[in-house]
């Protein structure tokens, strides 16, 4: 694999922007229509714009050479090849390593709905490690988030895994505070606090 695979939820980005949309589209109309009590209002719908794009428009799963980073809404775990011992997708992608558990925010699987809209073909070809029993579960179908991730993720690392290239030298996972995201979003939880009480 020589150029990364970035992979984000298509319906967390779309519940983002549809947040954000309102959210500004309310903080215009209480500025035109009242702008002295929009100071009360609208760091509430900074807070809930800005929330909406931390947890659903953010997040990210990155596969390249070096392993596979999480990005969730606090954190970015990155985690080498030679770490992951299985990849799962019941409630999201899950990646058991050496170190513990990482769930990626951003490749959640798919709920009951979803399931009456999917497609035989989406359970075939599908990398060796995706069938438990010779079947597949919901979360490993390509159509949703957690199983294009999972698509990505298994087959370098059973490329890999094949090639014997799979060595866990035993070093700490890379962690990465998302300090501006914590931040910004103090500053908002503080600015609504603010101005309810002023």
């Given at each position: ?31 035109i ?7 009360r209002v609208v ?26 980073a ?8 990155h ?51 995706s ?24 087959r ?41 009480v002023?």
């Amino acid at each position: 694999m020589s150029e990364a695979h970035v992979l984000r939820s298509r319906f967390g980005r779309i519940l983002a922007g549809s947040i954000g949309a309102v959210c500004a589209a309310a903080a215009i109309i209480l500025i035109i229509q009242s702008p002295p009590d929009a100071w009360r209002v609208v760091p509430l719908l900074a807070l809930l714009a800005f929330a909406a794009w931390a947890a659903y428009w953010a997040p990210y799963v990155r596969v390249d050479d070096d392993g596979v980073a999480v990005a969730n809404v606090f954190r970015t775990i990155h985690v080498p090849w030679g770490q992951i011992q299985r990849i799962d997708t019941r409630f999201a992608l899950t990646l058991y390593t050496s170190h513990g558990r990482v769930s990626a925010w951003a490749a959640p699987a798919p709920g009951r709905h979803a399931l009456l809209f999917t497609q035989r073909e989406q359970g075939k070809h599908l990398p060796e490690t995706s069938y438990l029993d010779g079947t597949v579960r919901p979360g490993d179908l390509v159509g949703s988030d957690s199983g294009a991730a999972a698509y990505v993720v298994r087959r370098q690392w059973e490329k890999l895994r094949d090639a014997g290239a799979l060595v866990d030298d035993g070093a700490p996972r890379d962690v990465r505070l998302h300090i501006a995201t914590i931040t910004t979003g103090a500053l908002l939880v503080v600015a609504v606090v603010l101005s309810m009480v002023l």
